[in-house]
Structures are given as structure tokens and as C-alpha cells.
């Protein structure tokens, strides 16, 4: 079974400075993708970074870059030079046949000015 | 262009009565889905439609709950007598294919509350 588990319920950083939110999952494929959502308060999820598994360089999208260790089943999301508007819940999430996603718990993330 | 739509925004209903939701996907989309966020809880996959394809239902979490999806476009997700532990945020989100490369869009969902 798929399963995305995120160890952080809630995590903290100051404006500017970085934050790594963690996320494992298991899974006996060898060709998915992952993915980090973003949701604000208003609720509308946000792709933040996509990451293929067949593809061994992190993938990377301005301030936000990805640590994926497929032999661990690891797919951290880092956020440098953090911002007010970073300020929401992160989803992590599973695919590998474009019909089922699976999704982690979330990390709430505060940005502290 | 109008992103995802969904409607209603909030809904309240009676245990035991059915409810409707709707979603209205960006237009040229063929990949449609439905979520289901419950308090506290990260997303739970409930049904996928591509194109003209069967669905896949397999996320449905009862036989109370059914989805339809009329011409490619306009999809209804439908509750039959309501329970309490069916409160939650229904979130609806399309792409232009399967969301493996496409990126998915999501609208801002419709928080139903079962009293």
C-alpha cells in the first residue's frame, strides 16, 4: 500500500531564513512522481515543486528545491529566504498512475516576521 | 482565464439528506478529481474521470457516494443520506491530462457540515 506520512504537524521560521519540511513515504514502484502542495487559508491548493523518480537531480523552482533520496523514500521540500506569503499548510503526495494521488497529513507552516 | 469553480462554498445539512456538489473545471480539461479533506487530515483521493474513460471510483467511500461528470465538463458529486462523519472539505481540481505531467488545479472547495 501507498502510504506519505509527515513527521511535522506544525513548524516554525523566521522571515528570510530557511526551513526543510520533512516527508517519507513507501511504496513498491519504481517509476512515480511526488509532489509538494501548497494550501493557504483561502483553502486552493497550489503545486509547489514536482519531482519525477526516474530523475536523480533534485528538482528546483526559484526558492523552492526538493532533497529526494529514493533509496530512503525521502522527499523533503527546503524553502530559502522564507517570506510572509510562505506562510500556509504543505502538502506532501504520491502518484504513479495519474489517477490516485496520495496525500501526507501536512505541515503547517508559520512565518515569523 | 476562470480557474476551477465550486459551488457551494458551505454547505449545512440534516443527517440522513442528500446532498449535491458541484465542479465546474477549467475549460479543455480532460482530467478531472475529487478529494475529500477532512479535519486535521490530509486529502483522501474519492473518484477520477479522463475524457470519455470509465471513472475510477475506487476512492469512493461508501455506495452513499456516487459522481458524475456530464458532456466532460461540469462534474456533480453526489451524497446520499448524509452522516455526520461525511463533514469535510470536498475539494475538486482538473488538468489538461493525467497529473503525473500536468499540473493540477484545484478550487477552493465546498465545507459541508453534517449536523
Known amino acids: 500500500a501507498q502510504t506519505v506520512t509527515q513527521s511535522q504537524p506544525e513548524m516554525s521560521v523566521q522571515e528570510a531564513e530557511t526551513v526543510t519540511l520533512s516527508c517519507t513515504y513507501d511504496?513498491?514502484?519504481?517509476?512515480?512522481?511526488l509532489f509538494w502542495y501548497k494550501q493557504p487559508p483561502s483553502r486552493q491548493m497550489i503545486l509547489v515543486i514536482r519531482?519525477?523518480?526516474?530523475?536523480?537531480q533534485n528538482a528546483t523552482e526559484n526558492r523552492f528545491s526538493v532533497n529526494f533520496q529514493k533509496a530512503a523514500k525521502s522527499f523533503s521540500l527546503k524553502i530559502s529566504d522564507s517570506q510572509l506569503g510562505d506562510a500556509a499548510m504543505y502538502f506532501c503526495?504520491?502518484?504513479?498512475?495519474?489517477?490516485?494521488?496520495?496525500f501526507g497529513t501536512g505541515t503547517s507552516l508559520t512565518v515569523i516576521p | 482565464g476562470a480557474g476551477v469553480s465550486q459551488s457551494p462554498s458551505n454547505k449545512v445539512t440534516e443527517k440522513g439528506k442528500d446532498v449535491e456538489l458541484r465542479c465546474d473545471p477549467i475549460?479543455?480539461?480532460?482530467?478531472l478529481y475529487w478529494y475529500r479533506q477532512s479535519l486535521g487530515q490530509g486529502l483522501e483521493f474519492l473518484i477520477y474521470?479522463?475524457?470519455?474513460?470509465?471513472?475510477?471510483k475506487s476512492g469512493l467511500p461508501s455506495d452513499r457516494f456516487s459522481a458524475e461528470r456530464t458532456g466532460g465538463s461540469v462534474s456533480t458529486l453526489t451524497i446520499q443520506r448524509t452522516q455526520q462523519e461525511d463533514s469535510a472539505v470536498y475539494l475538486c481540481?482538473?488538468?489538461?491530462?493525467?497529473?503525473?505531467?500536468?499540473?493540477?488545479?484545484f478550487g477552493p472547495g465546498t465545507r459541508l457540515l453534517v449536523l
Open positions: 519531482q519525477e523518480a526516474y530523475k536523480q
Open positions: 503526495a504520491y502518484c504513479y498512475t495519474g489517477n490516485q494521488f496520495y
Open positions: 474521470f479522463q475524457g470519455n474513460s470509465a471513472p475510477d
Open positions: 481540481a482538473s488538468s489538461l491530462g493525467q497529473a503525473l505531467r500536468e499540473t493540477q488545479y
Open positions: 511504496t513498491s514502484e519504481s517509476d512515480y512522481y
Open positions: 475549460s479543455g480539461h480532460t482530467a
